[in-house]
Each structure stands twice: as structure tokens, then as C-alpha cells.
């Protein structure tokens, strides 16, 4: 559904066991566009390994991607509620829908790789006790019922995705107001502050700020950083302003920001 969303509903979507294996795909496959890589949730937050992923990998973003959420409850065609006796999903998507499993104690919850993949195991095995938790296309997809709309809890629930490319498929984005940067300061007394300072006078928005222990260190750190801004003049401005905070600044990005699309 992301990549659908950046690149247009015909795009070939080719699927990954991991995010490992996507990013590495993308980069090494001449004949792939991209990837599309889930980076946080707004129930779940930040994917840690994903940002260390982006860190290692050669690829850049070149966009992202908002999806608002649904989790329905979904079983063969001819099930009914009564007959469920099992409740297959990402652990992610289970405890998404917990109040509403809760109600249901006597379901016994089965932790799978994937929601689609879930309903996928539901249609093929022809489940006649077991449902899976998943979205609309997946109940689409494998002609599966929905018993049970929008089970989960939260209902603002939405997942952020980058698109990364190499570097020689991306374009200018004259429009773009967003940047990803991973940076590390001069561990000097306040240097992070100085660098924060210095983004919030350049009339900078720091919409994300996290941090990740350096390997092999003493309690070094580096961060990552989005910033959102109204004129490119303004975040160039900046990052040209904190480099000589920095021991190292890596721009991973210039992009559109997802939210408005």
C-alpha cells in the first residue's frame, strides 16, 4: 500500500522476509526502483533496527509515506464468530487489538511473521476455527470476511515509511520541506545544545530527535535527527552553521513531507 501510494498503483512490488533483505535489494538490483521500509508507528514507535539499517545501507530517502492503520477481525467465508477458537497476527497488530482480544479471553492468541501473511495461512490451511487480524486488502486478497471491523483499540493509529533509493535515481525535490541527518557532536560540554540552539533560530522544526549509543564507546552517542522547514535556503543555512559542532553529519535525505500527501 506505501509503495503504491509513492510510486502509483501499478508499481511491482516485489516482497522481503526483512528489512535487511529489502534494503540490501534495492541497493544491489540495478532493475529495482527502491525500498519501502516501516521506521515508526504512532502506538509502537521508533523501529530501532530499521534506523541502523538506514545508518549502514548506501541508500538514500527519497520520500515517505503516511498509512493510517485498520485492523479487522478476518476468517473464511462461512465462519462465524462462535467457531473461532484461535486469533492469528504480528504481535504488533495482537496487542494493537488487545482490549478488544480481552473480551475474548477464550481465543488463544498465535504470534505470526506478518498480518497479511496471517490471512494468508487462514485462507490456504482453510481454517474453520481460526481468524487472523489484518487489513481490508489482505481480506481482499485472500477472500477472506471480515467478522469483526476495526478491532483495534487506538483508532489515530498510523505508520511512517521512508522510500530509499540510490542515490542516482533520486531527482531535486524543489518543493521538498523535510530532511533526515544523522549526526554526532564534538562531545564538548553543551555541544548538543549549541547544535539545538543553532536549529531553532534557523527557524527549523525538529519533528524527531533520537539517540543511539556509538559501538565500543563510553557512553558516546550519535543522533538522528528530522527537521521540517519552508525554504531549502533555511535547512542548508543550518546544517552549514552546526558543522563545526559536529565530529561527523551524514544528510540520509531532502523529501517531501509525507503528512501532506
Not at 55 to 76: C, D, P
Not at 131 to 137: D, E, L
Request: charged share 20%; net charge positive.
Amino acid at each position: 500500500m506505501a509503495a503504491g501510494k509513492f510510486f502509483g498503483k501499478s508499481v511491482e512490488v516485489i516482497p522481503c522476509a526483512t528489512f535487511g533483505e529489502s534494503v540490501k535489494f534495492a541497493y544491489i538490483k540495478t532493475d529495482c526502483t527502491g525500498a519501502v521500509m516501516a521506521i515508526e508507528n504512532s502506538i509502537g514507535g521508533s523501529i530501532l533496527p530499521n534506523y541502523n539499517l538506514l545508518k549502514k545501507s548506501n541508500l538514500k530517502i527519497s520520500g515517505e509515506v503516511y498509512l493510517h492503520i485498520t485492523q479487522h477481525l478476518l476468517a473464511n467465508p462461512g465462519v462465524k464468530l462462535g467457531d473461532i477458537r484461535e486469533v492469528h497476527s504480528h504481535p504488533m497488530a495482537i496487542l494493537q487489538c488487545i482490549d478488544y482480544l480481552e473480551k475474548n479471553s477464550q481465543w488463544k492468541l498465535v504470534e505470526t511473521e506478518d498480518t497479511a501473511l496471517s490471512a494468508k495461512h487462514i485462507h490456504q490451511h482453510r481454517h474453520r476455527h481460526a481468524a487472523a487480524i489484518a487489513g481490508k486488502p489482505a481480506a481482499d486478497l485472500y477472500n477472506l470476511k471480515i467478522l469483526k471491523h476495526n478491532i483495534h483499540t487506538i483508532k489515530n493509529n498510523y505508520t511512517r515509511f521512508l522510500v530509499l533509493q540510490r542515490q542516482e535515481l533520486i531527482s531535486e525535490t524543489p518543493d521538498a520541506n523535510k530532511a533526515s541527518v544523522n549526526f554526532q557532536t564534538d562531545h564538548t560540554k553543551g555541544s548538543l545544545a549549541r547544535v539545538l540552539t543553532e536549529i531553532a533560530d534557523g527557524d527549523i522544526n525538529l519533528s524527531k530527535l533520537q539517540s543511539f549509543p556509538i559501538p565500543g564507546s563510553n557512553w558516546k552517542y550519535n543522533f538522528h535527527a528530522d527537521m521540517e522547514f519552508d525554504s531549502l535556503r533555511k535547512f542548508h543555512y543550518v546544517i552549514e552553521n552546526i558543522r563545526s559542532l559536529m565530529a561527523q553529519l551524514t544528510i540520509y535525505g531532502i523529501y517531501k513531507n509525507g503528512k501532506n500527501n
